[in-house]
């Protein structure tokens, strides 16, 4: 089967830190570029932050630059999303998507099932 499966959300405090994580199965990983996409309540789908296939360029959205870092193994066949600082409007559902062939930044059809992510004190 062809699949991401994203893991490691959960309830932070404003300030602190979270890695998730992003398992793909039935593809071959390292073909594709990974995205990272949020979308909270009552707001558009978000784009996070994007690595390419090798993981040697990476874009971020501008709200999590400087506190969010992507990055991938393909040897593990997973990416991940170290996020620091964060904020209380970090909060949403974070969606594991693999990217175009074509474009390593565009996202593609294949999503994961997402994994909450709230910060609150």
């Known amino acids: 089967q062809v699949q991401l499966v994203e893991s490691g959300g959960g309830v932070v405090q404003p300030g602190g830190s979270l890695r998730l994580s992003c398992g793909a199965s039935g593809f071959s990983f390292s073909m594709y570029g990974m995205i990272w996409y949020r979308q909270a309540p009552g707001k558009e789908r978000e784009l996070v932050a994007a690595?390419?296939?090798?993981?040697?360029?990476?874009k971020y959205g501008d709200s999590v630059k400087g506190r969010f870092t992507i990055s991938r193994d393909n040897a593990k066949n997973t990416v991940y999303l170290q996020m620091n600082s964060l904020k209380p409007e970090d909060t949403a559902i974070y969606y594991c998507?693999?990217?175009?062939?074509?474009?390593?930044?565009?996202?593609?059809?294949?999503w994961g099932q997402g994994t909450q992510v709230t910060v609150s004190s």
């Open positions: 690595v390419s296939r090798v993981g040697g360029t990476t």
């Open positions: 998507n693999r990217a175009r062939y074509d474009v390593w930044f565009q996202g593609g059809d294949l």
